[in-house]
């Protein structure tokens, strides 16, 4: 996916305009909002120092929380200013307009090297609606596009797409690097090449399976959709375990075309079950663990993959060259049923031999919180985008960039 970067264009004493993901969590303390977590921030700096060391005028927009359409001061991007100056290591001004005659001014009194953050896009409502006004409004601002925004490189937005029809547009270090491991590194990987899905429903995972299974040595099944291939493959019971009788079939097909192309798919053997779940009070009941291929009991449910399940998947995980992981093997958010996500983390972890990527949403919080984030080649930035690469579709944030 060969698309234009910043290393591509001149970028002297151009304005700038850098669609950044600051989606960023925040708390209210002593009346004012704070940054609880900058790790956003701290991933566009390659890019944002490329920037300011070639000269260029650096405009900043981000969505920040759902608005919808809406200034509210609790989503306001202001507090973001301050942290970003203290990483950059020089002044960041603040715009609260987002585009207008004011947003205008203080972009045209930039310096080479100056960096301007605009307020929260979302406060429009056209921006979810990739509103040409607000397109406009933003390229209006400067000479030259960027999307840096991954983790909404999914969503056809005035900031994400919209303004590349105004501007020239090219891809930021960081989105660069996502295209690089989660499509480029993907097309010919080196082999084996193992993919782990876990997560919930087998129909939200289906169109990830299909595609993989058509590069995959070996494709690994976990979480709650794992109960569906249990009870197609191993015949067995499974309680009241996340389960839904048109998943059945979608399953079926994916065990068909695996056969069918020789790709090994491995599903867990053994459980931990549970007699009571309270996801929202982050609670089980009573646990236990099954045995290899055995039923789980009416009334019980599996909330995790089990030991017998970890050894499987581990010695698979070993022989890898390249691995790519996305979806948890359990309710990793209970401390209980975690032990399955971080024991696979860690096997990835062991494997230095092999290229690691860790394909965004609950996966990186499971690596992260398992303290092993720095033993991956790769972690995605995005969730839903991550998920839809590797599903084949087009994004409209990288469609809309300057091939090479």
């Not at 075309?257 to 798919?265: E, I, Q, Y």
């Not at 990186?364 to 991550?386: C, E």
Request: contains cysteine; proline residues 5%.
């Amino acid at each position: 996916m060969p698309k234009k970067t910043i290393r591509d264009i001149e970028l002297s004493n151009k304005r700038v305009l850098v669609r950044v993901d600051f989606n960023v969590p925040l708390d209210e303390k002593d009346g004012q909002m704070v940054i609880t977590d900058s790790t956003r921030i701290q991933e566009t700096l390659p890019t944002l120092n490329y920037l300011i060391e070639k000269g260029a005028k650096v405009i900043l927009c981000s969505h920040l929380g759902r608005p919808k359409g809406q200034r509210d001061p609790k989503q306001s991007l202001a507090p973001v200013a301050p942290a970003l100056s203290s990483l950059l290591g020089r002044p960041v001004e603040f715009s609260d307009e987002t585009t207008g005659e004011v947003a205008k001014a203080k972009a045209l009194a930039l310096p080479p090297g100056g960096v301007l953050l605009l307020e929260n896009t979302r406060f429009f409502a056209g921006e979810e609606k990739n509103d040409a006004e607000l397109a406009k409004g933003l390229a209006d601002l400067a000479e030259i596009f960027v999307n840096d925004a991954f983790g909404s490189a999914h969503r056809a937005h005035s900031s994400t797409a919209g303004v590349a029809d105004y501007l020239p547009a090219v891809s930021g270090l960081l989105m660069e690097k996502e295209l690089t491991y989660l499509h480029d590194e993907l097309e010919n990987p080196e082999r084996p090449f193992v993919v782990i899905l876990g997560g919930a429903k087998v129909n939200d995972k289906i169109e990830v399976i299909n595609r993989l299974l058509e590069k995959a040595d070996t494709i690994i099944i976990g979480g709650g959709m794992a109960y569906t291939f249990r009870k197609l493959v191993q015949g067995i019971t499974i309680g009241k375990s996340l389960y839904k009788p048109e998943w059945e079939p979608i399953a079926q097909a994916a065990i068909d075309k695996a056969k069918k192309l020789g790709v090994n798919l491995l599903i867990p053997v053994d459980a931990m079950i549970t007699d009571a779940f309270d996801f929202d009070a982050k609670k089980l009941g009573n646990t236990k663990y099954t045995g290899v291929n055995e039923s789980i009991p009416e009334g019980w449910e599996g909330v995790d993959i089990g030991p017998e399940s970890v050894k499987l998947f581990a010695a698979e995980i070993a022989k890898a060259r390249t691995v790519i992981w996305n979806g948890p093997m359990g309710v990793f958010e209970i401390k209980e049923s975690s032990k399955g996500s971080f024991d696979v983390a860690a096997a990835i972890a062991e494997n230095s031999s092999a290229k690691t990527i860790i394909g965004g949403g609950d996966s990186v919080k499971a690596v992260k919180k398992a303290g092993l984030a720095d033993k991956m080649t790769f972690i995605s930035t995005g969730g839903g985008a991550s998920l839809e690469l590797l599903e084949g579709k087009i994004l409209p944030g990288v469609a809309c960039l300057q091939e090479k």
